[in-house]
């Protein structure tokens, strides 16, 4: 008896090893992910600083002006008059100041499709109806008790 309970504990105890074994490989493999993430991530952080100073010095105003000077002939620039700028007043006007057309495109489609059609009649017929129940709506802050809030635990 002793010595097949002693085989079971010892079956118990090498399952129980390969389980943890297998856990902690498992977490190295990706403990190892995520160091390779972080390196990546470094990476393209240092490539993006890399270019911004990259931007940096290629526009640089003064750079810039020596090759409009080098490339003038080529290019034919001209600088920038104060009248080619637009005004607030010249800009095109917001979405919703735009004139609204007389039918929507809802009723064009309407026109062509039966089952549209249909379903937009019982929309209509939907927002006719008044809702049945009322919606609770909550109170503004500040417009309640403390005293007075229901917590919805049960009574004694």
């Known amino acids: 008896m002793l ?11 090498t399952a129980t ?7 902690k490989h498992k977490a190295d493999l990706k403990l190892e992910e995520v160091r390779r993430l972080e390196s990546e991530i470094k990476l393209e952080r240092d490539t993006i600083d890399l270019l911004k100073a990259d931007w940096a010095l290629l526009t640089q105003p003064n750079r810039l002006h020596r090759l409009i000077g080098q490339y003038q ?14 005004l607030p007043q010249e800009l095109p ?17 309407a ?9 937009l009649k019982g929309v209509d017929a939907a927002k006719a109806k008044p ?20 917590t919805g635990s049960v009574e004694d």
Do not use: C, H, N, W
């Open 73 to 86: 002939a080529e290019l034919e620039l001209q600088p920038t008059q104060p009248t080619q700028l637009a």
């Open 17 to 23: 090893a390969v389980v943890t074994y297998t856990i």
């Open 93 to 109: 006007m917001f979405k919703a100041q735009l004139p609204q057309p007389e039918t929507t495109i809802e009723q064009l489609i």
């Open 131 to 150: 809702p049945k129940e009322k919606i609770p709506v909550p109170l503004a802050r500040g417009k309640t008790r403390v005293d007075v809030i229901s």
């Open 3 to 13: 010595r097949s309970f002693d085989l079971v504990l010892i079956g118990i105890m």
């Open 111 to 119: 026109e062509v499709d039966p089952e549209v059609a249909a379903a």
